[in-house]
Nanobody, 118 residues
């Protein structure tokens, strides 16, 4: 059974950094694109970043480009999201997702809370 397990969330002051991790035991990891999404209170889920099977292609939403970096380690079945220069508007529950392509996401984690104080 495929599970995606996020970790690394927490409370940080504006300007600080966090690194999120998402482990995917049971997933044919090297054959799946991976993505990070977030959902702020009262808002819908939005894409944050995504990475291709090999890690050669990445894509970011405009609001995080230049501050966040997505990466993956296929040997560890893990995808990361390094978040720098955090802002209060980055506060949200962050989810990782896996899909055969960027066009559809078949598996989702339970989410990890990120709170950025001003």
């Amino acid at each position: 059974q495929v599970q995606l397990v996020e970790s690394g969330g927490g409370l940080v002051q504006a300007g600080g950094s966090l690194r999120l991790s998402c482990e995917a035991p049971g997933l044919d990891f090297a054959r799946h694109a991976m993505g990070w999404f977030r959902q702020a209170p009262g808002k819908g889920r939005e894409p944050v970043a995504r990475i291709s099977w090999t890690g050669s292609n990445t894509n970011y939403t405009d609001s995080v480009r230049g501050r966040f970096t997505i990466s993956r380690d296929n040997a560890k079945n893990t995808v990361y999201l390094q978040m720098n220069s955090l802002k209060p508007e980055d506060t949200a529950v962050y989810f990782c997702a896996a899909g055969v392509s960027w066009l559809g996401w078949q598996y989702w984690g339970q989410g990890t809370q990120v709170t950025v104080s001003s």
